[in-house]
């Protein structure tokens, strides 16, 4: 923290992440567009921060639809894949009538633990709403325990990315 004669100034948020292993190792997002509506807001016109996790489970579904993932022949094939660990900066609030994109990448997987990056960010990328991670985990639906190993299908398309 550096600080001027009597006017101290807090590190910017680069400066704040020291882990360097939770930088995903792929530029490759997938971007989502979303729009807020008023039923996503608060009565001073300001996003609910649970919506922001709606958008990023709805980024997250998408990308994996859109490498030939349906999710609900993941579910039908016995497989869930809920959230185990999260974790989210928020960074400014987005508000009614505004438009974003939630941006999600894979960033890696350990044995049935895949972690996602996630950025919501502006259309013109200048304003930072919100970043975070999300790690999901494999679970057999009919056992309810974890999967020794995600399902080949998926692991075949999780490679893709």
Known sequence: MTTTENNPQLPPTTDIEV????????????????????????????????????????????????????????????????????????HQSLTMGEKAIVKTRMNEIEGVRIHWDYEIVSFSSQTLYLSGRVTLVGIDREKGKIMRKLPPVLQKALVKL
């Open 19 to 90: 882990d360097h292993s939770l930088r995903a190792t792929t530029e490759k997002w997938y971007e989502y567009p979303i729009k807020v509506y008023p039923h996503h807001t608060d009565y001073g016109g300001v996003v609910w921060h649970g919506n922001y996790l709606r958008w990023m489970e709805e980024a997250r579904i998408e990308y994996i639809r859109s490498i030939g993932i349906e999710y609900a022949d993941l579910v039908e094939a016995g497989c869930d894949l809920p959230v185990i660990e999260l974790n989210l900066r928020y």
